[in-house]
């Protein structure tokens, strides 16, 4: 890094994630040579070196972009729990056709 640059950094869960954060700073304009992704623990960290009139928009791209993964994790795990649960499917299916039944059968 120059002197005029600052490094930036996140961290996400699956490697997918750090690879679409990286994607969507590409998107915004920043270099896709100079973002690096490495191995953390359990996790996947994000890096890139930028000037620190951008750090602000880069900061914003990468922790609003880390709770929206965070969520879309916690939803497909929710998903594969209710998969594994055929009863528990079949009555939650049941109980939205009777509530979309009860509110377009209104007169």
Known sequence: MSHDTVG?????????????????LVRAGFARNSIDIFRSGDGFVVRLPIREENRARAARLLKGTALVERAKHSGWAAADRLGSQPLLALALAGLAGFVVYGLTNRR
Do not use: L, V
Not at 8 to 24: C, G, L, Y
């Open 8 to 24: 930036i950094e996140a961290d996400f869960a699956t490697r997918e994630s750090a690879h679409a954060a990286k994607n969507r």
